[in-house]
């Protein structure tokens, strides 16, 4: 969290200077893949974390994936 805007806290995911910091204080080396992948978790659960807070959010398991949107889409093709 790094503040609050109208009472609701704001969150922010890792960014690659976050993460070089924290590699370089524990004294050890993440491969690209590594940072890419922490990058990419933390700013996805600072978006999910940041919305939450809204009544009208979704749960995470009940949001359509690309997947099941693309099954969806096909199926209405393919009657």
Known sequence: MVG????????????????????????FELTPW???????MSSEYARSASTAFDPKTLAPYEVETAQDRAKRIQDEIFK
């Open 4 to 27: 609050r805007e109208n009472g609701q806290p704001i969150f922010v995911g890792y960014d690659h200077l976050d993460i070089r910091a924290y590699q370089q204080n524990m004294g």
């Open 34 to 40: 590594e940072v890419l992948t922490l990058h990419q």
